[in-house]
């Protein structure tokens, strides 16, 4: 039974990942619900017929409320809030919890971003009905919900979702031209690889230096970044998977100061996100 229960912390780090964003409140709500298990009397264990299902609707739940509080913690978070990034564990970073989330299409960048705008209720129907496959009668047990109301809040925040396309070759080279004109300082470069209404956001969660708000434009977004280099000594800048698609690892004197992920469209580079928070890149 003991490594059964064990057995369930990857599927639970891959809800709560995707629930919360960061790799470190993932873990704290599944260690939570661990204790919860634990806490239990043993004929009460006994008489649950799944321990899985009931790890996951504890965690479900301490996820749920945890949105709830996290809404007033990021209005006073200095700068734009991005979720964490993920490194490819293929890729030499042996992470832990990091290396136990699935890196596919609901854990993109871009798709996060698009959960933080809906309501927790939202958000934990989609996620547990469109990623992993969880019945609207199972979630109503975890929302406290009907059927109906799980499965109107799932639509709701589909709509809110934009489908993006897998990455392809040429987005691997977008992210290796973007590389190029950036450390070469080339400004029509860089605004050729950009779509003309792209995004920069950066999160330093004022620990690090960086704008606090976005920059629309690629003009705009090309001027800031030559700014950037001009100030900056000694960086280089590594390609590597964040989140399943191409980005940009950037490292100074060997220390990680940020991660960038990217969305494309149109051959172009439409959303950058540059994570410089230093308590979001421990997995690097």
């Not at 832990?96 to 959960?115: G, Q, W």
């Not at 993006?164 to 029509?188: E, G, N």
Request: proline content about 7%; overall charge negative.
């Amino acid at each position: 039974m003991t490594d059964a229960i064990l057995g369930e912390r990857r599927h639970l780090i891959n809800i709560a990942y995707r629930l919360l964003g960061t790799l470190a409140e993932a873990e704290d709500a599944v260690q939570e619900a661990y204790a919860r298990w634990y806490a239990l009397p043993a004929p009460h264990q006994d008489a649950i017929a799944s321990p899985g299902a009931w790890l996951t609707t504890v965690t479900s739940r301490i996820c749920l409320d945890q949105l709830g509080s996290a809404r007033a913690r990021r209005e006073r978070y200095v700068g734009e809030w991005i979720p964490e990034p993920l490194p490819d564990p293929a890729e030499g970073h042996p992470t832990d919890p990091a290396d136990r989330v699935t890196l596919d299409e609901s854990v993109t960048m871009a798709f996060l971003v698009a959960l933080e705008s809906m309501t927790p209720a939202q958000r934990v129907s989609l996620i547990l009905h469109d990623v992993f496959q969880y019945s609207f009668t199972e979630i109503a047990e975890i929302t406290g919900r009907t059927p109906a109301a799980c499965r109107e809040l799932a639509s709701t925040a589909r709509r809110r979702v934009r489908a993006s396309p897998p990455p392809t070759p040429q987005a691997v080279h977008l992210v290796r031209d973007f590389k190029h004109a950036w450390q070469t300082q080339d400004i029509t470069a860089l605004v050729g690889l950009l779509d003309p209404t792209a995004t920069f956001t950066a999160d330093g969660g004022g620990l690090a230096t960086t704008t606090l708000h976005p920059i629309h434009g690629s003009e705009q977004i090309a001027e800031f970044l030559i700014a950037v280099a001009d100030k900056t000594l000694g960086v280089v800048l590594h390609e590597r998977t964040v989140n399943g698609r191409p980005g940009l690892l950037i490292q100074n004197a060997g220390v990680t100061a940020s991660v960038y992920a990217f969305d494309f469209a149109d051959d172009r580079i439409t959303h950058i996100w540059a994570v410089r928070n230093p308590e979001k890149l421990r997995s690097w």
